[in-house]
């Protein structure tokens, strides 16, 4: 753990260390939109627990892209599930998985012999973790909002079946917070709004260069000219200031929040078979305006 990294984030890897003793299971959360670019690299892997990788926020994401990164993190030896928290079924199915991984954590080497078996969830902030929590103990027993940074403390958590979940706040490292630009972008870590045009432009440029410019109406018309783009966006959504120019605020704005909402259609950033690390290199920046942010997560 790095010791330049902000003070409450530093606490949240204390925190893993401090419950690791205790715990039978991780449950990591990635956002289905980004599977390999919101997972702390390698972080789970070396702890040494059984471990099971949630596909958060599933609905937002392309169902075939889904499937295709399920079956890569299957063959890495993970469990893996597409999840939407929202959805009944689909939190049942993980609860079964959960509970299968937690069984199997009974007949490892030196597991203790308490009944009640304990489970970890880990994942970079706003993913999702206290709507899971909340959706498998059947009630609002974690705080959540659709915003960065609400969960600050760690709580744990009875939910039926001899289970104890352990929420915790989420956890970002240096690789993640140089790929910032890109995870504001899908409503994760903070950022300020009031660049909406910078933010908008930015989604534009990543969903073009990840193949999927086609949900942006028109954008491929202006040959990703956004100046054009928007300005006609803002005409065409009526969105107008004073002697009928383009608002470009409000455009901007309403793209960006149609994108994080599913407005826009089903969009996964990343592809199991393809390599999108240049991609995202170029968005890469010093970071030090998001240490900034990250001081209110």
């Not at 005409?235 to 200031?241: A, E, G, L, S």
Request: aromatic share 8%.
């Amino acid at each position: 753990m790095n010791k330049d990294l902000p003070g409450h984030i530093r606490k949240a890897f204390r925190s893993v260390e401090r419950y690791l003793p205790v715990v039978d299971v991780i449950v990591e959360l990635v956002d289905a939109r980004m599977p390999s670019g919101s997972r702390l690299k390698d972080f789970v892997g070396k702890l040494g627990k059984i471990s099971v990788i949630a596909l958060s926020k599933s609905d937002l994401a392309d169902k075939e892209q889904t499937k295709l990164w399920i079956d890569k993190y299957k063959s890495d030896g993970y469990a893996c599930v597409a999840l939407d928290c929202r959805d009944r079924n689909s939190v049942k199915n993980l609860s079964k998985i959960i509970r299968s991984a937690a069984s199997e954590s009974l007949n490892r080497k030196n597991s203790p012999s308490r009944k009640v078996r304990r489970v970890m969830v880990i994942g970079i902030p706003n993913v999702g973790k206290s709507t899971l929590i909340n959706s498998l103990a059947g009630r609002a027993a974690a705080r959540a909002a659709n915003m960065p940074g609400v969960t600050r403390s760690v709580q744990w958590i009875k939910i039926s079946g001899e289970l104890e979940l352990l929420d915790l706040p989420g956890i970002l490292d240096f690789a993640l917070l140089r790929r910032g630009d890109i995870l504001k972008l899908i409503n994760t870590i903070p950022g300020r709004d009031d660049d909406t045009y910078t933010k908008a432009k930015n989604l534009c440029r990543i969903l073009y260069l990840t193949g999927n410019e086609r949900i942006l109406p028109e954008y491929g018309e202006y040959d990703q000219n956004f100046d054009k783009f928007v300005s006609e966006y803002a005409r065409r959504m009526n969105f107008v200031i004073k002697g009928g120019n383009p608002d470009l605020q409000r455009a901007t704005n309403d793209i960006v929040k149609r994108f994080q909402s599913g407005g826009f259609g089903k969009v996964t950033l990343e592809s199991p078979d393809k390599d999108f690390s240049e991609v995202f290199a170029e968005y890469e920046q010093n970071n030090s305006e998001n240490f900034e942010e990250l001081e209110n997560v």
